[in-house]
């Protein structure tokens, strides 16, 4: 009976989604409100949080997540199972520095993530990476974005974010390897 009402609130949620005109459901709205303006469906200057979360096929860790604001990024990553023996998983935080969160914001904005190219390729199965981005604006709208295989991720804004990104991920685990 709890599997039918999961997807029976799936089912309602999918059917309260109307389409964008670029193809892809809008999230629902409560009644009587109206979809965001332009500036506020974009609206990366004051707050954001992207979460940039890697699953892996048979690797030493299961998944990573790197947690991004306009000021801090937090890495937390769940350890495969070796032997029957699942390690804790770790986690590190760091504040990001001026100048980097400026550069955040900065590729966030350039990005366009909330227009096109949301669909990649899922390479777990032949011991790949599956990798999303999402991302929160301050209208508190979410998008998650497939950036592993995905061609609109491989030059541009977007691969300069995601390049930023995998760079504090790099960081914080080099931090948490040298103890």
């Known amino acids: 009976m709890p599997l039918i009402l999961f997807f029976l609130a799936i089912a309602v ?11 892809e459901p809008t999230p629902p709205r409560a009644p009587g409100k109206s979809r965001p303006a332009q500036a506020e469906v974009h609206g990366f200057s004051d707050t954001f949080v992207l979460v940039l979360t890697r699953e892996y096929g048979r690797a030493s860790f299961r ?16 350890h495969g199972e070796a032997a029957g023996v699942v390690p804790p998983p770790m986690g590190i935080e760091e504040k990001l520095g001026t100048d980097e969160a400026d550069g955040i914001r900065r590729l966030v904005g350039a990005a366009d993530l909330y227009e096109r190219g949301g669909t990649g ?10 990798e999303t981005l999402r ?11 497939v950036t592993s295989g995905n061609p609109s991720f491989t030059d541009g804004a977007r691969k300069q974010l995601l390049d930023a990104l995998k760079e504090i991920e790099a960081r914080l685990l080099n931090r948490v390897r040298r103890g």
């Open 63 to 78: 998944e990573c997540r790197l947690s991004v604001n306009q000021a801090m990024a937090v890495l937390s990553c769940t």
């Open 121 to 130: 390729v899922d390479w777990t199965s032949a011991d790949g990476v599956f």
């Open 135 to 145: 991302v929160t604006n301050s209208a508190g709208q979410t998008i998650v974005l």
């Open 13 to 23: 949620s999918v059917s309260a989604c109307s389409p964008s005109p670029h193809g």
